[in-house]
């Protein structure tokens, strides 16, 4: 009986090094507000370590242990899917389902004994996490924002216009005559973000703009 008691706990032992390893990915997610965090990580990892211990250890010899392990890597892929949500033309967590799913790996390597293995693999993720943070521009992906202009075509405006949000070209352009008149309706894509008092600004010094409409569901 005692044997059988001492046999499980050093069984417990790749549990133990896969809660440490989720935790610490979970932790790094948790600090940057992400929707999966410590509690879910540290349960995939433990999680995926049990069941890569089951079937290792639990099933005769003539069982094929590896059958579990596949499962766990389809398993967790319904979870991360649940994570990704599609919301105003975006895509948010899928990096978090990505890290969920990575942090099963490292489960399943800690179920399996390859302890070095997994903890390379933690330390990779948040190297990756923490590098990609950082606040330079190459790795930086720009935020793009829709304006609905309309403006009335004199002294090539359209041109004017252009200069004044950086673009270099209308999106779902519409040309209107009107009382002798050409307006020009259009949406424009910018990397910078006007305020309120900045679109104000430009209408009293461009009067040629009839209306300015900031969209911010892009």
């Known amino acids: 009986m ?3 008691v001492l046999y499980e706990l ?5 549990i133990l090094v896969a809660t440490v390893l989720g935790f610490i990915i979970g932790f790094e997610r948790m ?3 992400k929707e999966a965090g410590v509690r879910t990580h540290t349960i995939v990892c433990v999680g995926a370590a049990l069941m890569m211990i089951i079937s290792k ?3 005769s010899s003539d069982a094929d242990s590896a059958r579990v392990a596949a499962q766990i890597v389809a398993g967790i892929g319904f979870l991360g899917a649940g994570i990704i949500v599609y919301k105003k033309n975006s895509v948010h967590g899928l990096t978090t389902a990505a890290g969920v799913w990575a942090t099963a790996g490292v489960g399943m390597a800690c179920g399996g004994g390859l302890y070095v293995l997994a903890a390379c693999a933690t330390a990779i993720m948040i190297a990756v996490q923490c590098l990609l943070h950082v606040n330079v521009s190459i790795f930086n992906h720009k935020k793009r924002y829709l304006i609905d202009i309309r403006f009335e075509y004199v002294d090539h405006s359209n041109k004017r216009v252009k200069e004044i949000f950086g673009t270099d070209r209308f999106n779902k352009l519409k040309i209107e005559h009107k009382d002798g008149k050409v307006f020009y309706s259009a949406v424009l894509m910018t990397s910078e973000e006007f305020s309120s008092s900045q679109l104000s600004k430009i209408m009293e010094e461009n009067p040629y703009i009839s209306s300015i409409e900031r969209r911010d569901d892009l």
């Open 10 to 14: 050093q069984l417990a032992i790749p």
């Open 2 to 4: 005692w044997e059988n």
């Open 57 to 59: 250890y639990a099933f």
């Open 31 to 33: 600090k940057r507000s």
